[in-house]
């Protein structure tokens, strides 16, 4: 029987391993998480009665993996769509939120842009020319869509996303879709109106959409998905199990040994490295140092989340959305702030709201570093300003996440595709999954994980 390692027990490593055994159920299949709890940023804890996710909220069913997953794992029943509400969202800009436009009416009377800016905007047909070269997000908008609207838009995507900094992003490697809208009609206006007429703009190849693209979790938040795959892998998971080295395996062909920080060792015929990059980098670097300094280049932002439960009497504002994000240059420290009960309602016992403010990225290295005391007076501040909150939250939770989220600065595929090529060479039995390789989101991550499982089960038995 083959036995393969799965090496980080986040959404990647659990998603592999499941994979895995759906595609060959006789394997011996080993799961090594290193903290005691799996799932990685994908964690919800319940508290005074709120809900609140620690890392990511949700996944978009405009592509089919999280759901996929979840129907294979019988969480049918338990998936819980985002309210109508919360596809209005906000921009906090001079002083105020202003809903993020959704129709060309909207666009128009909206008070994002100045009045020369949205002409701009609106003559991209007309002016854009498509791009040859890899370009920062910064730019592509730029160019598209004019200055001010870079500097409004851009920041605000990618905050969202990756909590990075748009001048350092890779279009190319963060929005490809974009870039192929841009390859198919020229101008980004002229293909999302050519999309909404139904044409196919869709990349060739890529999989139908199966829901209407609505942000989705389940019941008891994110985990619910995590604990599912947990009970699917049972003896298989084993957490406080770093992995501290990987060796050739002596006898076995193309076999590995997995040495984990106690001393044991594991003798595989496969091998996931299902852990951020930086992590792969250090157990890749005395047998492929190549792929290991590709690895090592991929930077990581720091952020945090503030989760906070209100009183409903207490704020004012109606919350009649998903939320609001914040560029740069309005004197708001956060990035965001999610209104999580407006979004998912039994996210908050009834008559409270639930919120989620995220701080930190690569332009605020330092809020991560900040005390609990800190952290939470900053927000608060935030809050009084953009939504005018001066209650004390009755509740609070303040996670950390030091490098949390990788970022795909200009050169990224060419990294992950030179990483991948020099472990094609030393170690063919070895597979990377994770949320740096081809996409962040949740979607991106079981999609990665798909793929790595389908690469170490085409190899054949040994
Ligand atoms: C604040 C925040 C909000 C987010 N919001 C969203 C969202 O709303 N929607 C969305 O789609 N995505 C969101 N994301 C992104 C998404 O959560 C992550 O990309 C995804 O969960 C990463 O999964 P992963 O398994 O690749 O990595 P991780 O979750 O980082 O898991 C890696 C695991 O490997 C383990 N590990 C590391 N080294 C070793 C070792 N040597 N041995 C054994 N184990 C090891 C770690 O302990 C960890 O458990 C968010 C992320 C953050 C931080």
């Given at each position: 029987m083959n036995r393969v390692a799965v090496v980080g027990g986040g959404l990647a490593g659990l998603a592999t391993a499941h994979a895995l055994l759906r595609v060959r159920p006789d394997l011996d299949v080993v799961v090594l998480e290193a903290?005691?709890?799996?799932?990685g940023k994908v964690r919800t804890s319940v508290q005074d009665g709120y809900t609140f996710d620690w890392g990511p909220n949700g996944f978009l069913t405009n592509v089919p993996e999280t759901v996929a997953l979840a129907h294979e794992l019988g969480l049918q029943a338990r998936l819980r769509p985002a309210a109508d509400a919360a596809s209005h969202r906000f921009v906090y800009r001079d002083g105020g939120l202003r809903p993020l436009p959704t129709s060309p009416g909207t666009f128009l009377r909206?008070?994002?842009?100045?009045l020369p800016g949205k002409l701009r905007v609106l003559s991209e047909p007309l002016l854009a020319r498509a791009i040859r070269r890899e370009e920062t997000v910064f730019d592509f908008v730029a160019h598209h869509f004019g200055h001010e609207a870079a500097r409004v838009f851009a920041g605000v995507f990618v905050a969202g996303i990756t909590a990075g900094d748009p001048r350092e992003l890779s279009l190319d490697a963060l929005f490809p879709r974009l870039r192929l809208l841009e390859g198919s009609h020229g101008s980004l206006l002229r293909g999302m109106a050519a999309a909404r007429r139904?044409?196919?703009?869709?990349?060739?190849?890529a999989a139908e959409p199966i829901g209407d693209g609505r942000l989705t979790s389940f019941d008891g938040g994110v985990q619910v998905l995590i604990d599912a795959l947990v009970v699917d892998l049972g003896h298989r998971l084993r957490t406080a199990a770093p992995a501290v080295a990987l060796r050739d395996a002596v006898g076995r062909a193309g076999g590995a040994v997995v040495e984990l920080a106690d001393g044991e060792t594991l003798e595989v015929d496969a091998v996931v490295l299902a852990t951020p990059a930086f992590a792969a980098a250090d157990l890749l670097a005395p047998t492929a140092p190549e792929a290991a300094a590709a690895l090592a280049a991929v930077r990581y932002a720091d952020v945090a989340v503030v989760a906070l439960g209100y009183d409903?009497?207490?704020?004012?504002?109606?919350?009649?959305?998903f939320g609001f994000l914040v560029p740069r240059?309005?004197?708001?420290?956060?990035?965001g702030v999610l209104w999580s009960s407006s979004t998912?309602?039994?996210?908050?016992?009834?008559g409270k709201v639930a919120l989620r403010a995220i701080a930190g990225g690569t332009l605020d290295p330092g809020f991560v570093a900040l005390s609990d005391e800190e952290a939470l007076a900053a927000v608060r501040r935030d809050l009084e300003r953009t939504m005018g909150i001066v209650a004390e939250p009755e509740s609070v939770r303040i996670v950390r996440w030091p490098r949390g989220i990788p970022q795909f600065t200009l050169g990224h595929r060419e990294r992950i595709a030179s990483a991948r090529e020099a472990l094609a060479r030393r170690w063919p039995r070895l597979a990377l999954a994770g949320n740096?390789?081809?996409?962040?989101g949740l979607n991106d991550v079981v999609r990665s994980a798909r793929a790595a499982a389908e690469r170490l089960a085409g190899v054949p038995r040994v």
């Open positions: 903290t005691d709890a799996p799932g909206s008070e994002l842009l100045s139904g044409e196919r703009a869709r990349p060739r190849g409903r009497i207490d704020v004012a504002r109606p919350l009649d959305g240059g309005e004197g708001v420290r956060s990035l998912f309602p039994d996210q908050a016992p009834p740096y390789l081809d996409g962040v």
